[in-house]
């Protein structure tokens, strides 16, 4: 049996094995879990029936899961007879994954970066190692990818990654220390880099020349945009598409606009739900049916609405007009994984360390005692 097989194998005989809770807890019938799936209540159920699953996401997907939430809960109500809240709590993905690994426990997780989800495994024992083949497109249900935003006009006539080391030119892009938004600032710079030079040296000689644009180092994405939009500090930001459409179409503040540069990378946020949690809980049918959903056309179009790219090719097209063209590069492609391509750039003596920029960290940043990323 190859490895790809083992893995698919383990995976739904995990999948089976979860599915065994349902009759234990919430919404027990027959049949698979899913909206589009034959459900058979079981004949034992009477009277109003409600049920509470828990979801820990990242700050900038606050008004995406509010709406998800209540299309999933309508969606379920006529599904099962059942009354369904979806808790959320919201911040970056390492205090999510601090939190988890220090009592809470939400259903499904729903976060930035597969590092997060993959500590829940090897330090949490939440879920098994190869989550991420249990759900389409490896566990992530829509993708961004990493933009510029310049003052309207664009002034210093910034279009493409090369600009951005041009003498004169402030970029500010959050310490990929200390933030995962700023890791994947960093693997888009790099990446294409690599991609069009085809050499390591010259990605690494393109990287540094970028960071020595860069003024400051906050230690999150949002200290970043606050530095960019709210201080007037630099020339450029480099942030997700999804948030840069947003940041542009707020009425006070610095008059900005997109430029999407010809080359990124393919932003892949990951969701998954937490076995030994729903199990506990009784929630497996109905978590499990969330995360499958999120993958389905009306949560395709929610995305969308909130100007994150759908995977569905049918939404992706009806939407084209709205996510300009350009090459997508992924993390695997490049650096072969997200955990490899952290350890070798970010983590102590790493390639990051040898740039000489650690004096632009923000001053009221404290030093970084870990390498694993907040937003």
């Not at 993959?118 to 083949?133: I, R, T």
């Not at 999804?242 to 946020?269: N, Y």
Request: proline residues 5%; contains cysteine; glycine residues 6%.
């Amino acid at each position: 049996m190859t490895k790809a097989s083992t893995v698919l194998f383990a995976s739904l005989i995990s999948v089976i094995s979860t599915f065994h809770s349902f009759a234990a807890g919430c919404c027990e019938g027959f049949g698979s879990p899913g909206l589009e799936g034959e459900w058979q209540a079981s004949a034992s159920q009477n009277g109003p029936k409600t049920v509470e699953i828990f979801n820990a996401s990242i700050e900038t997907t606050r008004d995406l899961f509010a709406e998800l939430n209540k299309d999933f809960s309508l969606r379920w109500l006529h599904k099962t007879g059942y009354v369904l809240t979806i808790q959320e709590s919201h911040g970056s993905s390492e205090a999510q994954s601090r939190a988890i690994l220090h009592g809470s426990d939400p259903d499904l997780v729903s976060l930035d970066n597969p590092a997060a989800i993959d500590e829940l495994s090897v330090k949490g024992k939440l879920l098994p190692e190869f989550w991420q083949a249990r759900l389409p497109d490896n566990s992530a249900p829509y993708t961004t990818t990493i933009v510029f935003l310049v003052d309207k006009g664009n002034p210093k006539k910034i279009h493409d990654w090369n600009d951005l080391t041009r003498e004169g030119i402030s970029v500010i892009t959050p310490n990929p220390k200390t933030s995962s938004r700023g890791q994947w600032n960093y693997f888009a710079a790099w990446a294409q880099a690599a991609k069009s030079t085809g050499s390591t040296d010259k990605a690494r000689e393109f990287i540094g020349n970028l960071y020595h644009n860069v003024p400051v180092l906050n230690s999150s994405g949002r200290g970043a945009v606050e530095t960019f939009f709210t201080k007037h500090s630099g020339d450029v930001l480099l942030v997700w598409e999804s948030d840069a459409k947003k940041l542009v179409g707020l009425t006070s503040g610095r008059q900005i606009e997109i430029v999407t540069p010809s080359t990124s990378i393919l932003v892949e946020p990951p969701v998954a739900y937490l076995d030994k949690n729903i199990e506990k809980h009784g929630t497996a049918r109905v978590t499990i049916s969330f995360a499958q959903y999120l993958f389905k056309e009306p949560a395709q179009e929610i995305f969308a609405k909130h100007f994150f790219r759908p995977r569905d090719k049918a939404v992706a097209e009806k939407y084209s007009k709205q996510f300009p063209s350009l090459t997508l590069l992924t993390v695997a492609d490049t650096f072969g994984s997200w955990t490899k391509a952290t350890e070798q750039h970010f983590g102590d003596g790493g390639i990051f360390d040898t740039l000489s920029v650690q004096e632009k960290v923000a001053e009221l940043t404290p030093a970084p005692t870990t390498t694993k990323p907040s937003l």
